[in-house]
């Protein structure tokens, strides 16, 4: 099993992508996310636990058309668009590993995110192919190791008693 | 699949909650929604139907620090158990780090645990995976009801594959065993991510070095 690894000037490439897009597009949040619904990028820089939630339901559902494609003849859909009131959301399929999740507010139009997500689109694929093709290490960051003072991954207060309470100190962000 | 970001400290690592139908698999990440400190978890999103039946799957993501220098977070799901919904459950599959199985220990679902088992095992397969080298536990929940069987049986049924998985005594609508199957499955996640990545380390600094 080999997992993605993203090195420090490919996270930042990649994020100057998608910020490009969410100006020019006038979008509220973009994320670049894989069909896992790990985020590789996002754009604004914010750390908003929803967008990690976001990503999973927008990748899940993502997955979902491409079953609905295979049903109906298709090879696959390469977007799916949700219009909402005042906020909608397209779903673009840049290869099939990765997604563009784009969010929009109606002082935008989906033709403007179609088009600039398309140019987006253009931009990530060799960069995407690299970090799809890459070795998944590089030596400059040495190998993991666990904090050794945790006897558990997480630390939980006995089922009926502590309910609720934090049982470790909060933990850094950002 | 695990994600690195070197340029944020994150490790991303997925977890599937697997196993029959209403087996407890949403009970389990409904208590540890219910237990994390806020910091530590996010929301619980459950797609159900009206019956609170899992249509599509549970999500929730909790981090720890337990990676020097990283924010390891963990992203639980939870597959729904109906035999209808088997594409569903391969959609999920994909891409997982490790496995909770979920059995339920009544007598009565020994056949639908059997069957559950041996239907993950097919869509590892379907993803180009081994059952055997998958971090996997099993759960034996439902404890606390009568006309259960005897956990040593239910290993013997379900635990026999090449490598023997861990096997945890649960009653996850109380939280017993729940905490315990969580720690066990990610550090197996853990075990096996650092020995992959470190012997790849170690190649590169040979490579480099010679």
Request: glycine share 6%; charged share 20%.
């Amino acid at each position: 099993m080999t997992g993605l690894t993203l090195d420090i000037e490919q996270a930042r490439a990649l994020n100057r992508v998608v910020t490009d897009l969410l100006v020019q597009a006038e979008a509220s949040v973009v994320l670049l996310t894989d069909i896992g619904g790990n985020v590789l990028a996002q754009a604004p820089q914010r750390n908003d636990p929803h967008l990690q939630t976001m990503a999973a339901l927008a990748a899940g559902a993502f997955s979902a058309t491409r079953e609905l494609a295979r049903l109906t003849g298709e090879t696959a859909f390469r977007s799916v668009s949700h219009e909402g009131e005042q906020t909608s959301l397209f779903v673009q399929s840049l290869n099939e590993d990765f997604l563009l999740v784009i969010v929009f507010q109606r002082t935008t139009t989906l033709g403007l995110v179609k088009l600039y997500g398309r140019q987006a689109a253009t931009d990530l694929a060799p960069m995407l192919g690299e970090v799809r093709h890459q070795a998944p290490v590089s030596s400059a960051f040495g190998p993991f190791t666990l904090d050794e003072t945790s006897a558990a991954v997480f630390d939980l207060p006995a089922p009926g008693s502590l309910r609720g309470r934090a049982v470790r100190p909060p933990l850094r962000t950002g | 699949m695990s994600f690195v970001n070197f340029d944020k400290k994150e490790i991303n690592f997925k977890v599937v909650y697997y196993g029959p139908p209403m087996g407890g698999k949403t009970s389990n990440l409904a208590y540890l929604h219910d237990v994390m400190p806020a910091e530590v978890r996010g929301d619980l999103t459950m797609l159900s139907t009206q019956q609170d039946r899992t249509l599509y799957f549970d999500f929730l993501p909790l981090q720890s620090t337990v990676i020097k220098g990283f924010i390891s977070r963990f992203q639980l799901y939870t597959v729904p158990g109906q035999p209808i919904y088997d594409r569903t459950r391969r959609i999920v599959l994909t891409g997982a780090d490790g496995i909770v199985f979920v059995a339920d220990s009544q007598w009565s679902q020994m056949t639908s645990n059997a069957d559950s088992l041996e239907n993950l095992k097919a869509n590892l397969v379907s993803h180009g995976r081994s059952f055997d080298t998958t971090p996997l536990v099993f759960q034996l929940n439902k404890r606390d009801l009568p006309d259960i069987a005897p956990a040593p049986y239910m290993e013997f049924l379900l635990n026999r594959g090449a490598t023997k998985a861990d096997c945890v005594e649960a009653t996850a609508v109380k939280g017993n065993g729940v905490a315990e199957t969580l720690n066990r499955i990610c550090k197996m996640v853990l075990a096996q991510f650092i020995e992959e990545h470190n012997m790849k380390v170690s190649v590169v600094r040979r490579a480099e070095s010679a």
